[in-house]
């Protein structure tokens, strides 16, 4: 009997798996790769008798392979916070799933080990553009603010990592970021261990960040702001990053972020308003290849000759309601 176990190699992904093997450790054939590839499940071959364990990736967008595996009776356990309308009613899926908007994987894989590991819960949610939620779970902890500082850094360096077209973007492969994240039952292990990667990342996203003092939105409402940054690696590693900060910095806005894609589009980070926190993914989903939760969605590849259709609809989508 094989063990697979497939992830979203942000910091999400990588923290729910983590505390599952962490509480359950065995050994594992890895499925992950950069944050927008989540149509991981069409890479798992198993066969009758195997365990896969899913972290993190879009139920929706995995139902085909999904029903696939159940029908060749392997046995499927999901943790995700992603849409979920095509759950299979299936003896062999275990599901803890919840699309609610203030709630990470990671979250939900805590709740369900009881806490067991609840410092990486914290590091995932800070990652995930949840500080709030990264508070509320740390609460119980009483950590110093320094401690607390640490793991938030920790998780946005993690996510950043995380972000661009493919792995030629990323510093470090998401799998083996997680396979030196596994040894470590403490974040604080992890940071002492490995100083120089971190380093590595802080300098990299200090780096590109120098280009946010220089972008302004292209198209913009009273209730929402699109930008369109330019070809570069740098843009695609930062487009994640950059749509969390202006959603905590204006959280009554809504912010899309675009980067051009391989194939001549756009790769989108949709967030909808703090305020509000619905819609980004019933958004990202009328357009092909879109997706993600209430909160915050995506579009893997947006064409150009669709970006007013975009933009048209996304200022719509979360126009301010008219009190006059």
């Known amino acids: 009997m094989a063990c697979i176990d497939v992830f979203n190699g942000d910091a999400d992904g990588i923290c729910a798996l983590h505390q599952l093997r962490s509480a359950e450790p065995m050994h594992a054939t890895l499925v992950t790769g950069p944050k927008r590839e989540i149509d991981l499940l069409r890479r798992v071959h198993a066969q009758a008798g195997d365990t896969v364990t899913v972290c993190d990736i879009s139920l929706d967008v995995n139902a085909a392979a999904l029903n696939d595996l159940l029908a060749r009776s392997v046995d499927v356990l999901y943790f995700d916070h992603h849409a979920a309308t095509q759950r299979p009613a299936h003896p062999g899926l275990r599901g803890v799933i919840d699309t609610s908007p203030d709630v990470c994987t990671s979250a939900l ?17 800070f990652g ?58 403490q974040p604080a292990q992890f940071i002492a261990r490995e100083k120089q990667l971190l380093a590595q990342l802080r300098a990299l996203r200090a780096t590109d960040a120098e280009h946010v003092r220089e972008l302004r939105p292209k198209y913009a409402s009273a209730s929402g702001a699109v930008f369109v940054l330019p070809d570069a690696s740098w843009s695609r590693r930062l487009r994640g990053d950059f749509s969390n900060q202006i959603a905590q910095r204006e959280p009554q806005r809504a912010h899309a972020v675009l980067s051009v894609n391989a194939q001549g589009g756009y790769m989108a980070s949709v967030r909808a308003p703090l305020a509000r926190n619905q819609g980004a993914d019933l958004l990202c989903k009328r357009f092909a290849s879109g997706g993600g939760r209430a909160a915050a969605g995506g579009i893997n590849h947006l064409p150009a000759d669709q970006l007013d259709r975009f933009v048209h609809e996304f200022l719509a989508a979360f126009a301010l309601p008219d009190l006059g």
Do not use: K
Not at 111 to 124: G, H, S, Y
Not at 161 to 176: F, I, K, Q, S, T
């Open 128 to 185: 995930d553009g949840m500080p709030a939620l990264g508070r509320r779970l740390a609460e119980p902890l009483q950590l110093a603010a320094a401690h607390l500082e640490q793991l938030r850094e920790l998780g946005e360096l993690i996510n950043y990592n995380a972000y661009g077209e493919d792995l030629a973007d990323l510093l470090v492969h998401p799998e083996r970021l997680y396979r030196l994240i596994a040894p470590h039952e």
């Open 109 to 125: 894989v805590d709740a369900f080990l009881t806490a067991a590991f609840r410092p990486w819960a914290v590091v995932a949610a």
